[in-house]
């Protein structure tokens, strides 16, 4: 185990307030010592690093300058607030990051009064503090309201929306675009390029016109710290920068590492001006720690790790992840037919199209966090007979919903979906969390809703959805590791709207969809031996069902228990009201759904997770022992 860092300084830091009665000459010492605790504490706790590590001083200048917690900051995504985190009361439990009952590895209101706003999707934050701003002019205060955003996080239409309708109100809203020209990988876009060429000064303003140019926003008050700061380096941008267009007054680009700079901007902007600003802050990311500088990643996700090498702990595994047994699978195809082509809105290697991309750089598409358009776009692509997959989290997906229906869904488009994290992710949380997307795509009218019992099924279903062309298809897989089933060569074309029973029996019926499928085996050993013969079956298709295998399952069992990794609404809801309508209710029939808990789920263990959904083994048991009215221990004995 490493040693603790010496921390000093910042051990007399418990909350902003310390903060501000800091000598400013003081702060570089701060800025070291809160890297050295950020450091230590992810390198026990894994989590996110490189994005925290790069606004350290950028976390120390605003609350030194803003009166926090009156003073709103709002982090975009909050995976880079762990710094903000240990200044702001949380230092004591930051070992606790991501972990069941510890902090939060996001924002979050619940958590602390200097989180104004929680999120962990991306771009919500120009949006949410635009809100803020003109409730405090509605309600007549006058605090600041800061929205710090990612130039990953610029990619995505809702800062556009948010920026448009700023610029339109004119409020007081200050917006820090933190460009570290990184998103999870190297950006992607236009805009990314754009960026680029500010922050590289292509267009330099002389001294005068700069001083000019900040005094018409800053008033007299510009002073020669600040003129240094914005001239520094990569100079001052004017004119006609897009964000002036859109009705920000623009600033920058300012060094984000350096105290000197960023703290005679912040006091100016705080003290001066009206309407919208924005302040274009250059930073690195994984700044100041060799392994998360040199890291293709920056370390954006890690393990735990070691900090003298940087190396991270890997769990064992023995079988591959569902992800990457997707993307070998979707690479076979393509290769079969060079109609595959595949999207992701900014998750090359979270979704392994990165593994794509390698063997077919020109029909690989990281467009940006930009979900809405993924879609959409693969609604075009797949009108002039390509054949798109968009692998996405289901969590992510959420965010265009509307593209789903209205762009695919009613044109009958065949679009794609990987939908990958379906069902708990773990130490992420309830943000991240893949629970609805079963419930949101099986109501929509011939969309075809599959999920993967085991790595295998995977297999067949990347087959089955390359070949499908009459329509939407999707289909489901949790974040993690496959069971560790012989893996069948190619996949097979599964027969649309048709299950498999996996084990017969007479008695009990666990009618499975999705990767909950080895614990109803487990479950219906111990049944078995409990005197209950008990029949499994994997669904596979959500939509359509398997109407034969349903009537069947409620004809021929005293029980039927439907299990899933999803929310309510979702499969079982699909079956509960085939068995309904069909009558199939009628005869006695004891059926129970087991699905996610109607609750936003906190951060814990994913095994853990499942004990308290009751969607382990144990927990199926029980449900069965529950609808023939005996508990389990009764049973047994
Ligand atoms: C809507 C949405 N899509 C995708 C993600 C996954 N994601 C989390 S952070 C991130 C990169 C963000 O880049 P940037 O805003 O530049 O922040 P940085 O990590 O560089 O500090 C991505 C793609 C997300 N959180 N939300
Ligand atoms: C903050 C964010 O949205 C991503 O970094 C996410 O945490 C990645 O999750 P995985 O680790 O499951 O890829
Ligand atoms: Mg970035």
Request: charged share 25%.
């Amino acid at each position: 185990m490493n040693a603790k860092p010496e921390t000093p300084l910042l051990d007399k830091v418990r909350l902003p307030s310390e903060l501000r009665a800091l000598d400013e000459a003081q702060l570089p010492q701060l800025a070291s010592e809160l890297r050295a605790e950020l450091i230590d504490a992810v390198s026990q706790t894994g989590g996110h690093l490189g994005a925290g590590l790069g606004v350290v001083e950028l976390t120390v200048a605003l609350h030194y300058v803003f009166d926090t917690p009156d003073d709103r900051i709002i982090w975009d995504v909050g995976h880079q607030a762990y710094p903000h985190k240990i200044l702001t009361g949380r230092r004591d439990r930051i070992r606790t990051l991501r972990q069941e009952n510890g902090l939060s590895g996001f924002t979050k209101r619940a958590e602390s009064e200097y989180d104004p706003f929680g999120a962990a999707h991306s771009s919500t934050s120009i949006s949410a503090g635009l809100g803020m701003a003109v409730a405090r002019d509605l309600n007549g205060g006058r605090n600041n309201v800061i929205a710090v955003i990612g130039d990953g996080a610029m990619s995505a239409g809702m800062a556009y929306e948010a920026m448009n309708n700023a610029g339109a109100l004119d409020a007081r809203l200050i917006v820090i675009l933190n460009d570290n020209d990184m998103s999870i990988a190297p950006p992607a876009g236009a805009m990314s390029a754009y960026l680029a060429r500010l922050a590289s000064g292509r267009t330099y303003a002389g001294v005068r016109e700069l001083g000019k140019k900040l005094t018409s926003y800053l008033g007299r008050r510009v002073d020669r710290a600040i003129t240094r700061a914005v001239e520094h380096a990569r100079g001052f941008v004017t004119g006609g920068t897009l964000f002036e267009e859109m009705g920000f007054f623009h600033i920058g680009p300012i060094d984000g590492h350096n105290l000197e700079h960023l703290i005679p901007v912040l006091k100016n902007v705080r003290d001066n001006g009206t309407g919208p600003v924005l302040i274009h802050v250059v930073t690195q990311k994984g700044k100041g720690y060799a392994p998360a500088e040199a890291a293709a990643d920056k370390y954006h996700g890690v393990n735990k790790f070691d900090v003298i090498t940087g190396a991270q702990a890997k769990a064992p595994a023995n079988a591959p992840s569902y992800t990457k047994v997707f993307a070998e699978s979707l690479v076979q195809e393509a290769r079969e037919d060079d109609r595959i082509v595949a999207v992701t809105a900014a998750m090359p290697s979270g979704t392994g199209l990165d593994l794509f991309g390698e063997a077919f750089p020109s029909r690989t598409f990281d467009v940006g966090i930009a979900e809405q358009h993924a879609v959409t776009f693969a609604a075009g692509l797949a009108t002039e007979g390509m054949r798109p997959f968009v692998a996405i989290y289901s969590t992510f997906l959420q965010r265009a919903y509307d593209q789903v229906v209205h762009d695919v869904a009613i044109q009958k488009l065949p679009v794609r979906f990987p939908i990958d994290r379906a069902g708990f992710v773990g130490a992420d949380g309830p943000t991240h969390c893949g629970a609805f997307d079963t419930a949101y795509l099986a109501s929509l009218p011939d969309f075809v809703v599959m999920a993967a019992a085991d790595e295998a099924e995977l297999r067949h279903m990347v087959r089955t959805a390359a070949e499908f062309d009459e329509g939407p298809i999707s289909f489901r897989y949790p974040r993690g590791n496959g069971v560790g089933v012989d893996m069948p060569e190619r996949g097979q074309v599964l027969e649309i709207g048709k299950g498999r029973i996996v084990r017969e029996g007479t008695k009990v019926a666990l009618l499975s969809f999705g990767t909950r499928l080895k614990d109803c085996l487990l479950a219906a050993e111990e049944l078995g031996a409990a005197g209950l013969s008990t029949t499994v079956a994997d669904a596979r298709f959500a939509k359509p069902l398997d109407e034969d295998l349903i009537r069947r399952l409620a004809r021929s069992h005293e029980v039927l228990v439907m299990v899933e990794e999803g929310s309510v609404g979702g499969f079982s809801s699909q079956v509960l009201d085939f068995l309904a309508r069909n009558g199939l209710l009628d005869n006695g029939l004891k059926v129970r759904p087991l699905t996610l808990p109607d609750s936003f789920v906190d951060h814990a263990n994913p095994d853990k997770m499942y004990v308290d959904a009751g969607l382990d083994s144990a927990g199926i048991v029980r449900a069965v022992f529950a609808a023939l009215g005996k508990s389990a221990q009764a049973a047994r004995a």
